[in-house]
């Protein structure tokens, strides 16, 4: 099958992504074959257009086409608050959400010693420096609540004194069930009880 070498090496490819195994990578490279026209073609432009002009925003660590991001240049997000996230896609998590609207900073990743990943591989000096030229009012941590995440938040929390640190709220999600949650979630959720 010396003829399908280009069609394979694209479902090898598309396999590399995540939540896509070698099955799901074959059927999506069919339908993308399929739909050449209204797909494939656009697909492979679009690919090509993010791969020349994708870039990281040199403040904040987003990704987006120019050298700062919309939300590091726009005037209404300087409201004096900084939300600290492991990745982009927490930060595209929480812009989805629409229920935050200062300005983020992206760690890329968390402190492990198991991986070798100290704060200088992390964007934390970085963060330090905005902290100190931004007029940042609060910081607020929102990262996984993962050992490697809970010993970030420490070692930022220890690096910013006199800046106030707060960090989300953990414990039941809406709709959850008591019954499926693990221990630590109901700990975190007793621990962080309101009034009604």
Same mark, same amino acid.
């Given at each position: 099958m010396n003829g399908t070498k280009d069609i394979d090496a694209l479902i090898a490819l598309m396999a590399r992504l995540p939540g896509l195994g070698p099955r799901s990578a074959r059927r999506a490279v069919l339908h993308l074959i399929r739909k050449r026209a209204v797909l494939l073609a656009p697909l492979a432009d679009a690919l090509t257009r993010v791969a020349a002009t994708a870039r990281e925003c040199l403040n904040c660590g987003n990704v987006g086409t120019t050298e700062l991001c919309d939300i590091c240049t726009s005037e209404i997000r300087a409201t004096g608050q900084i939300c !600290?996230?492991?990745?982009?896609?927490?930060?595209?998590?929480?812009?989805?959400?629409? !229920?935050?609207?200062?300005?983020?900073?992206?760690?890329?990743?968390?402190?492990?010693?198991?991986?070798?990943?100290? *704060?200088?591989?992390?964007?934390? *000096?970085?963060?330090?420096?905005?902290?100190?030229?931004?007029?940042?009012?609060? !910081?607020?941590?929102?990262?996984?609540?993962?050992v490697d995440g809970q010993t970030t938040a420490h070692y930022i929390a220890d690096q910013l004194p006199g800046i106030r640190i707060t960090s989300l709220a953990q414990g039941? *999600?809406?709709?959850?069930?008591?019954?499926?949650l693990d221990d630590g979630t109901i700990s975190a959720a007793m621990r962080a009880r309101r009034d009604i």
């Open positions: !600290v996230v492991e990745d982009v896609a927490d930060l595209w998590a929480m812009e989805r959400a629409a !229920v935050f609207r200062g300005r983020y900073h992206v760690l890329g990743g968390t402190l492990s010693a198991l991986d070798a990943v100290g *704060p200088e591989t992390l964007r934390i *000096p970085r963060l330090i420096d905005r902290i100190a030229t931004e007029n940042v009012t609060e !910081v607020i941590l929102a990262l996984n609540a993962t039941v *999600p809406i709709g959850g069930e008591l019954d499926y």
